[in-house]
């Protein structure tokens, strides 16, 4: 369950840009989920929503927006879907593929009732 | 109604934590590797084969995770080399401030490679950077060879993949070619190795590979 342990990050970071900003009340925290990490989206809300209570989170709902794995073969240009999980180009072989999005576990934006 | 463009990685904490390692590591001339598989694929077995080989070629040093005992630690430290051992008490994982405040139990510049043993998980300890130079994914043959598609995470950030317990393989259905074809789909450049750490069969190949990189 280290999803518990993300949840805990993710709220230290909502709280100190609450308090950075003023906000006394979050009413939604956007969260980006990478389809290609290890987290598991609902168990994610369920332990934000444990450890939110007392805090400006308080009354804050996850908003988590999954991203498909996606990237760009360096030696052709081709824009590559990586749903298959498949690290090199199917155009050219090569395999100095970047991985454009989908690893991502970010938090994006903070919905307040101020303002 | 207002919204503020926040823009962070939530795991920023860890990550800063472990770049701090790395540097130190850096500094001190140290390579770091985090061995990470399921409970009982044999990492601990396997620790105890490698440093047997290289204890009398590499400075070395063990870092062991464990939920609750500290068996792992005195298994290495019979083998005679130094453990220091992490109770993650609960935890499914270390991270990199667990990893830091165990660091001054070292003396990290009369080392050349210190190996952490993470705790036994095929999910949790890979979102976690611990600031090592590399992934060692261990994967024992009865654990089925659908693993590397089912857990990709791991053995796409894995640079190095052992299939350990192949002794067993007579006695089982394990098609071992199919875990190399996926995971070089995921990794095509990752190193793979073999082995039994029961027989001693593919470990000396594996512990001359990682001599080599540590000296590198
Ligand atoms: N047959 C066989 N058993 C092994 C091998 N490597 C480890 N084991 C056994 O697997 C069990 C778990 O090993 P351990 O090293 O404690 O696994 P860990 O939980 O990953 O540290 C022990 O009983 C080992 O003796 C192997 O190559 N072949
Ligand atoms: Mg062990
Ligand atoms: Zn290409």
Redo the contacts between chains.
Sequence with gaps: MHELSIAQSLLDIVVEEAIRHGVSKVRRVGVRVGAFTNVVPDSLSFCFDLIKEGTVAEGAELKLTPVPLAGLCQDCGAELDMSEAVFSCPQCQSANVKVTQGQELLIDYIETDEG | ??????????????DRLAQANRQCFKDAGVKVINIISSPGAGKTTLLEQTLTRLKDRLRLAVVEGDVQTTEDAQRVAAVGVKAVQIETRG???L?GGMIARVLPAFDLNNLDLLIVENVGNL??P???DLGEDLKVAVLSVTEGDDKP?KY???F?EAGVLLVNKIDLLPYIDCDIERIHATCR?????QVAFDLSCRTGQGVDAWADWLEAWVKA
């Design positions: 109604m207002a919204e503020l463009e926040v823009s962070r990685p939530i795991l920023e904490a860890n935890a499914c994982h991270d999910v949790c890979v979102e976690f598609s990709p995470v791991l796409r789909q995921l990794n095509p450049s």
